[in-house]
């Protein structure tokens, strides 16, 4: 029997003030642990013993999972204080979501022990040689079921008690792929050696490992699904697992953020505060756009994934490059007001960029990821008709219930409209028809008809990309500015469908926010310095100043937090 889901706001009084020095589980210690390579066994101990560990998994696993957003905000709580605690205790989601697919009855409830007790079951699919071409991957499952060659960067792979493997069955195509469940609780050793694979920069501690297979018999029972499916398989569980991946980029833009506020809250320059000189303010306004962008983003796919689950092997991998890259931007943007404290070797700023440094990259590097989908846009973006209203508004309307997440429904290729922009006309005249003359609302009315005009110049880039002789890379650029005209629409919607909710702790019907994340989406999209907007950004600045004064956490519905600020 599951236990009663973990929320946010029980996290945070177990774990306790982050800022103090003597908390195991804050960011003191996380400190100490990078410097030492070490696991965070406490803190995941202490997760787990409250059920952490079962966000993820579903009822019929014993798990506590109720929704992806739930689940978003739940993780985001705990990575703010150290990243590491995903890997420490999800790094199981990928090999888990492959089982619900395809696995059969046994293996599931195999897997569903070992999970519900905090262990681990790996997922083995990347190798050295190949990284993300998946397609010339060498590991081979032989007819007479032994199994042969290295995986690499296999996470938890020194400690897991199982692992799902994807090797080559056949000789050319995706179809030349099978999955198995290996239980590795007394193999050979000679037939298998789990090594430590390079350490990486950021995510210091978490334990990544080379598998070698010399010739491990493989029974017949372990054979997961099909043969010939892994590698689909695969792919449709990676578009779950890239939605909680965007909790560790969120998490580590939080405490960035919010660290970078309270040194230039408490910093004199002169005969003022850092966070009230002209450029530190620019920059912090900056960065508060893009969190903001980012968490309404993350919070929409969250939802979306529960309505519209086939739309998500364009929609996942968008919202994925755009929450990364603009946690990456955040992280630059606060560098430049920290300054030398950015740099220094035993400071939490330092963790936080290395560790952002690998979950933008853990699941598929930025270019993998944009390339993943951008052969479908084309057909996708050119496909003319109308939204489903209903579905829209249960995407975004925050107070609305969400069916049941069904993984069966997730798909290789998106196919009919893409609901976000096919009903952005309509969401653009709710906004128009709320705005009054005032001078901010001129702004964000006219950074909505942009939007409506670049999502239209889209159609004619989409033509363009597909013709004989045009630009080698035209595919890839129309998919980096499609992922930022399609968040800037999902923010448009969340403001629509939540106009008379006070969002990011702001009043209801305020448009701060939305234009703020507007400019700077569109700067994104356009390839320009988001500073040239800096005007239009500052609401942004005002509403995360207002939510670190009352100790929340920076998303749409703010959670309370049990930190303080220290004082420098």
């Known amino acids: 029997m599951a236990t009663r889901p973990l929320t946010p706001e029980a996290l945070e009084l177990l774990l306790g003030d982050p800022a103090d020095p003597a908390n195991p589980y804050g960011f003191a210690a996380a400190v100490d642990r990078d410097e030492h390579d070490a696991f965070p066994d406490a803190l995941c101990d202490a997760l787990r013993s409250a059920g952490f560990h079962l966000?993820?998994?579903?009822?019929?696993?014993?798990?506590?999972?109720?929704?992806?957003?739930?689940?978003?905000?739940?993780?985001?709580?705990?990575?703010?204080?150290?990243?590491?605690?995903?890997p420490g205790t999800m790094f199981s989601i990928i090999a888990a979501t492959c089982l619900q697919l395809h696995g059969s009855a046994a293996q599931q409830d195999r897997a569903a022990q070992i999970l519900r007790r905090g262990g681990a079951v790996a997922f083995a699919m990347t190798e050295a040689g190949h990284g993300s071409d998946l397609l010339a991957n060498e590991v081979r499952l032989t007819p007479d079921g032994l199994l042969y060659g290295e995986k690499w960067m296999v996470g938890l792979g020194l400690r897991c008690e199982a692992v799902y493997v994807v090797a080559r069955t056949g000789e050319r195509g995706?179809?030349?792929?099978?999955?198995?469940?290996?239980?590795?609780?007394?193999?050979?050793?000679?037939?298998?050696?789990r090594d430590p694979a390079p350490r990486?920069?950021?995510?210091?501690?978490?334990?990544?490992?080379?598998?070698?297979?010399?010739?491990?018999?493989?029974?017949?029972?372990?054979?997961?699904?099909?043969?010939?499916?892994?590698?689909?398989?695969?792919?449709?569980?990676?578009?779950?697992?890239?939605?909680?991946?965007?909790?560790?980029?969120?998490?580590?833009?939080?405490?960035?953020?919010?660290?970078?506020?309270?040194?230039?809250?408490?910093?004199?320059v002169g005969r003022t505060t850092l966070d009230r000189a002209p450029h530190s303010r620019r920059e912090l306004a900056v960065a508060s756009a893009a969190l903001l962008a980012a968490d309404a983003v993350a919070l929409a796919a969250a939802r979306g994934v529960h309505v519209v689950p086939e739309a998500f092997s364009v929609w996942g991998l968008a919202a994925k490059h755009v929450v990364a890259e603009a946690a990456d931007d955040l992280i630059r943007?606060?560098?430049?007001?920290?300054?030398?404290?950015?740099?220094?070797?035993?400071?939490?700023?330092?963790?936080?960029?290395?560790?952002?440094?690998?979950?933008?990259?853990?699941?598929?590097?930025?270019?993998?990821?944009?390339?993943?989908?951008?052969?479908?846009?084309?057909?996708?973006?050119?496909?003319?008709?109308?939204?489903?209203?209903?579905?829209?508004?249960?995407?975004?309307?925050?107070?609305?219930?969400?069916?049941?997440?069904?993984?069966?429904?997730?798909?290789?290729?998106?196919?009919?409209?893409?609901?976000?922009?096919?009903?952005?006309?309509?969401?653009?005249?709710?906004?128009?028809d709320a705005l009054g003359d005032g001078p901010e609302d001129r702004e964000v009315a006219a950074l909505a008809e942009q939007l409506t005009g670049a999502v239209d110049e889209l159609r004619a880039l989409a033509g363009q990309?597909?013709?004989?002789?045009?630009d080698p890379n035209a595919l890839v650029d129309l998919a980096e500015r499609y992922a930022w005209l399609h968040a800037a629409a999902a923010c448009l919607h969340l403001w629509s469908a939540n106009?008379?909710?006070?969002?990011?702790?702001?009043?209801?019907?305020?448009?701060?926010?939305?234009?703020?994340?507007?400019a700077y989406l569109l700067a994104r999209a356009d390839g320009t310095d988001p500073r040239r907007r800096a005007a239009a950004l500052l609401p942004a600045l005002d509403a995360v100043a207002a939510l670190r004064d009352g100790d929340r956490l920076f998303t749409a519905l703010p959670v309370r937090l049990a930190a303080h600020r220290e004082e420098s």
């Open 200 to 268: 990486t920069g950021g995510m210091r501690g978490i334990d990544f490992a080379y598998l070698r297979f010399h010739g491990l018999p493989v029974p017949g029972e372990a054979l997961v699904g099909k043969r010939g499916e892994a590698l689909e398989m695969a792919v449709k569980a990676q578009q779950a697992v890239r939605l909680m991946s965007m909790a560790g980029s969120l998490g580590c833009a939080d405490t960035a953020l919010r660290l970078s506020l309270d040194f230039a809250a408490a910093r004199r």
């Open 333 to 432: 943007r606060c560098g430049s007001v920290l300054a030398t404290r950015s740099v220094l070797r035993d400071g939490l700023f330092q963790k936080l960029q290395r560790d952002s440094a690998v979950v933008r990259v853990i699941d598929a590097s930025a270019l993998a990821n944009l390339r993943s989908y951008a052969g479908q846009l084309p057909t996708l973006i050119e496909e003319r008709g109308a939204a489903e209203p209903d579905a829209v508004r249960a995407v975004f309307a925050l107070d609305a219930d969400l069916p049941p997440y069904e993984p069966a429904r997730l798909d290789l290729f998106t196919r009919g409209l893409d609901p976000v922009l096919a009903a952005l006309p309509q969401a653009a005249q709710v906004l128009t």
């Open 465 to 470: 990309a597909r013709r004989p002789g045009a």
């Open 55 to 86: 966000n993820y998994l579903p009822r019929a696993w014993g798990g506590t999972f109720e929704s992806f957003d739930r689940s978003l905000t739940l993780v985001r709580a705990a990575a703010r204080r150290d990243v590491n605690v995903m």
């Open 499 to 518: 106009r008379h909710t006070a969002l990011y702790g702001t009043a209801p019907c305020a448009t701060g926010w939305l234009g703020a994340a507007l």
């Open 174 to 193: 995706p179809g030349a792929f099978t999955a198995v469940l290996l239980d590795l609780a007394g193999a050979p050793a000679g037939q298998l050696a």
